[in-house]
């Protein structure tokens, strides 16, 4: 199964503690060379990008160093694992990595598994999916 | 949470860090084999002391110090033998002295470590099932009952393969070598086999089979990933790790909503995984890099990269197909790699040249039972015009057939015949 990780934490962004680069650093090469890693990438901060948003039935452009948000995405990843409760597991690593070498940092890591790797929709799911978009 | 929650909870964290402990252990041990049974005994031990204790903060910490005493105690045990017997210490003290700095170039080592272990589970003095078996155990942290639910097989009889694989390799003095330069290549073909033999057993899975089946494939991928990261010259390597992407891309399509197979060419193209397709090609690309052009594995995924690179199934390069099985025709011996290049020289060059391949292997005992000989043939013949001979080559194709999928459609194909 493929499980996606998306951190989020409070803008505005920090960047990671020399510690906490090199505990990350471990785990990165730890589940490359296990084979379990399909693919990782930090973001450049909001600032570099923009914000394209809906709202009110009109399309506005928001340029990075205009948008106000107060959470922002800092990274993601993507593993090959076995079971939710390995993705679990996994995250919760992570997490205690940020709350071993970064105390007073908050933020959420997001863990969702990728549709059709090993995960099929259900019928009743679809079906779900299908309604509100066509309510919407 | 449930007992079944909290094994699962335990379980999992052990598979993360399995891949530490092992290599750690593997280094500190000297010994392959050894480091493989103090792990599963770590595991034992998290079973024991976890669902009252609860799962620690930091598991993996927990796990790692446990594994490294069972390990130091074994080590002292061994230095107690050594005085007993009168021999020097000296070896066993330096690695006491290492100890504190062994965290730090483990993690340089990691690599090293990895490259031990999948070469020692896939050994050559090993049969493949009981390489397969170990490299699934040591490498992937796979357990006995999962690998017996893979292959089909009872747990007792994959729990005594192992034991005697290890005991085979202690028993040969194989439980810490490190092949390299020529060896490595030498040894690379024992490993690909395994790794291909693995994936292949999760491809032939049906439908409704037991999950860990087709989970085979990821594994076996696994495997090939890890392969690529220790032995990154080697473009068979690559050539096997490509061509195990680019046919695990097509699993969501193989199947219809029944569960039949749907051929290659009549599949959904859309329903490929194109990400999959993507690294596939990639790994393709540095093989074709790194001077692997006529190697096997390659030459396959080359094949197979045909298919992938075609949106549709008219686009398909069936000329680049007919070449690459020429290719791989010379290289290996096989009436069976004929017949597949007999396919694709018909659609390349029309049904007379396919015709002429076919009858260049009609008699090769080889094939004396495989239906798709007479099958190929029948399609030929058919679009030759020769009608009576078509009809008579797929009720013959449908006689052979080994299942009633095969025959029902070679069948349906004699009928089609005007």
């Known amino acids: 199964m493929r499980f996606m990780y998306i951190v989020t934490s409070p803008q505005p962004m920090q960047a990671p503690t020399p510690a906490l680069m090199e505990a990350m650093g471990k785990i990165t090469e730890r589940e490359i060379k296990a084979g379990r890693m399909i693919d990782n990438g930090g973001l450049m901060p909001l600032r570099e990008g923009a914000r394209i948003a809906i709202a009110n039935g009109k399309l506005s452009v928001t340029d990075g160093p205009f948008v106000e948000a107060k959470e922002v995405i800092g990274g993601y990843a993507i593993f090959e694992l076995r079971d939710k409760a390995e993705a679990l597991a996994m995250a919760k690593e992570f997490m205690q990595l940020h709350l071993d070498y970064m105390p007073g940092w908050e933020g959420i890591c997001e863990m969702r598994a990728m549709i059709g790797h090993g995960t099929e929709m259900s019928g009743d799911e679809k079906a779900a999916i299908l309604a509100e978009a066509i309510r919407a | 949470m449930t007992a079944a929650d909290i094994h699962a909870a335990i379980l999992a964290a052990w598979r993360i860090e399995q891949p530490r402990l092992i290599t750690s252990l593997s280094r500190m041990l000297r010994d392959v084999p050894l480091a493989e049974e103090l792990t599963q005994d770590t595991l034992v031990a998290a079973l024991e002391a976890w669902p009252s204790s609860g799962v620690p903060e930091r598991p993996g910490a927990w796990l790692m110090a446990t594994a490294k005493r069972r390990a130091l105690d074994h080590l002292r045990r061994g230095k107690m033998l050594a005085r007993k017997h009168g021999m020097l210490a000296l070896d066993f003290e330096r690695e006491q002295q290492a100890m504190p700095d062994f965290d730090a170039s483990l993690d340089d080592d990691i690599g090293d470590e990895m490259l031990r272990l999948i070469f020692t589970a896939c050994h050559p003095l090993l049969s493949r099932d009981a390489a397969a078996a170990l490299a699934l155990r040591m490498i992937c942290g796979l357990t006995t009952e999962e690998i017996a639910r893979a ?17 085979t390799l202690s028993e040969s003095g194989l439980t810490y070598e490190t092949p390299r330069g020529e060896a490595l290549a030498e040894r690379l073909a024992s490993v690909l086999e395994v790794v291909y033999l693995i994936f292949n057993e999760g491809y032939t899975a049906s439908r409704g089979d037991d999950w860990m089946r087709p989970q ?91 298919h992938a690179r075609a949106g549709t199934a008219d686009a398909t390069d069936w000329s680049r197909i007919a070449r690459l099985y020429g290719i791989l025709s010379a290289r290996v011996r ?37 239906h798709l000989l007479p099958g190929v043939r029948g399609d030929f013949l058919h679009k030759l015009g020769r009608h009576a001979e078509a009809r008579a080559a797929f009720e013959m194709a449908a006689a052979l057939a080994g299942n009633r999928r095969d025959r029902d459609l070679m069948q349906r194909r004699a009928r089609e015949v005007p």
Do not use: H
Not at chain 2, 151 to 160: D, G, R, V, Y
Not at chain 2, 283 to 288: E, K, M, V
Not at chain 2, 352 to 369: F, K
């Open chain 2, 151 to 167: 292959f089909l097989a009872p747990e007792a009889t994959i729990s005594q393969r192992i034991v005697r694989a290890k005991r």
């Open chain 2, 334 to 370: 096989s009436p069976i790699i004929e017949l597949n290049r007999a396919v694709a020289v018909g659609m390349a060059e029309g049904p007379q040249a396919g015709l002429a391949i076919i009858e260049a292997i009609a008699d090769e005992p080889a094939l004396r039972n495989y």
């Open chain 2, 216 to 306: 085979l494939c990821q594994e076996a991928l696994r495997l090939g990933r890890v392969l690529v990261g220790v032995a990154p010259r080697e473009p068979e390597a690559f050539g096997l790790l490509a061509l195990m992407e680019l046919n695990a891309s097509r699993a969501a399509a193989r199947t219809d909503a029944q569960g039949e197979p749907i051929l290659l060419l009549e599949q959904d193209r859309m329903r490929w995984d194109f990400v999959q397709i993507r690294r596939g090609l990639q790994a393709l690309g540095r093989a074709q890099a790194l001077g692997g052009e006529g190697g096997y594995y390659v030459l396959q995924a080359e094949i197979i990269a045909c």
